[in-house]
């Protein structure tokens, strides 16, 4: 079997989003989760066509909604792994000084992660999150079930 050709940073699945003002969610990539652009091609009246950015080792691609194009708005639901629990707060705190607003706080999951939810200009839920506790799927399910109503 041949080895699948991708640009470097792209995975088998690479995501990708529609969403308005996609420059203002560029600027809000690079501050806050220190996203660099290493492909970009700009639209109409200052917007962009099509980008893509490298967070960690990942690639994100993004435009502007364009429906006379048959690109409608189509925000998505990211999660960025981060080192450790207290890079989960500190990145949280820099998404909301780069624009973001809160979904929900960090906080120590059931499951053995540090996570914490943030939404930015253009509607994409980012999730920050690192590994805090490894266990077993026995003990996630205990913990899963002592959280479940009596």
């Not at 699948?4 to 600027?27: D, M, N, Q, Y």
Request: hydrophobic share 40%.
């Amino acid at each position: 079997m041949a080895k699948i050709k991708r640009p470097e940073g792209h995975h088998s699945v690479t995501p990708g989003f529609a969403v308005p003002s996609a420059s203002k969610v560029l600027a809000f990539i690079e501050k806050a989760f220190g996203g660099k652009v290493v492909d970009k091609y700009d639209g109409p009246n200052g917007t962009i066509a099509h980008c893509e950015v490298m967070i960690g080792d990942s690639v994100v691609m993004f435009g502007d909604v364009d429906n006379g194009h048959g690109m409608p708005a189509m925000p998505a639901m990211l999660s960025l792994y981060v080192d450790d629990g207290d890079a989960v707060d500190v990145t949280y705190k820099k998404a909301l000084a780069a624009g973001a607003t809160s979904e929900a706080e960090p906080k120590n999951q059931f499951y053995g992660y540090r996570s914490a939810t943030v939404r930015d200009a253009g509607g994409n839920r980012w999730t920050i999150c690192a590994v805090v506790e490894e266990l077993s799927r026995e003990e996630m399910q205990r913990r899963a079930q002592e959280l479940m109503p009596k």
